[in-house]
């Protein structure tokens, strides 16, 4: 059997420790690169999400076919009426470019003809004047494009979808406050719905 000699010993030991060393160090390298990446693709993941929800929601830029086709998808078996962003809430920037939301009108009444269908946007909060500094007459003017439709015919099972565009002068209190869709079909109650409209800065 070999004897080992003290300075072998040593040198051994060393290369081993050297070898470990060198280890440690392409495990922390591969661990830095493996965070680097997670952290990029997270923040690419949230950067496309956000784009995907703020172009969702940007009604004043659609058609009216990618609006119908995005109300469609609001409809269950009874939605007489729909609104989209189907949160109810949107962001309207004061002294901006108008923001806006879509209102889809479904035709339930299988066995009615001549059917013709009306809807008006109204101001619905009691509190405005204390939360916005503003009267109802105000806040309904802001109602740029969209606020009342009459005479709108819509064939039995089929829908209509449209635009409603809010624009808000500089100066205004940023506040929340509410609208509320009535629909009437041949002027009898049909539906009726809420939208909540946020100022931002």
Do not use: H
């Not at 059997?1 to 050297?18: A, E, H, T, V």
């Not at 189907?86 to 003809?113: H, M, Q, T, Y």
């Not at 709108?152 to 100066?171: D, N, Q, R, Y």
């Amino acid at each position: 059997m070999k004897k080992i000699s003290r300075p072998d010993f040593i040198i051994g030991k060393l290369n081993r420790l050297k070898s470990n060393r060198s280890g440690a160090v392409e495990l922390s390298f591969t661990t830095i690169v493996i965070l680097v990446l997670a952290m990029t693709m997270l923040i690419l993941g949230l950067v496309l999400v956000k784009n995907i929800f703020s172009g969702a929601t940007d009604i004043a830029s659609m058609t009216t076919d990618q609006l119908k086709s995005q109300v469609s998808k609001l409809f269950g078996e009874d939605n007489k009426v729909v609104i989209y962003p189907d949160s109810r809430i949107i962001n309207v920037k004061v002294g901006g470019k108008p923001s806006g939301f879509g209102i889809g009108i479904k035709n339930l009444l299988e066995s009615a003809s001549n059917v013709k269908f009306s809807y008006e946007v109204v101001v619905s909060d009691s509190n405005l004047e204390s939360k916005c500094g503003v009267r109802n007459d105000v806040a309904q003017s802001w109602l740029t494009t969209g606020a009342k439709e009459t005479d709108i015919p819509i064939s039995p099972g089929e829908l209509m979808a449209t635009k409603v565009l809010v624009k808000v002068p500089a100066g205004t209190e940023l506040c929340t406050f509410r609208y509320r869709i009535n629909v009437k079909a041949n002027n009898q109650n049909y539906g009726t719905d809420i939208i909540d409209v946020t100022l931002t800065g």
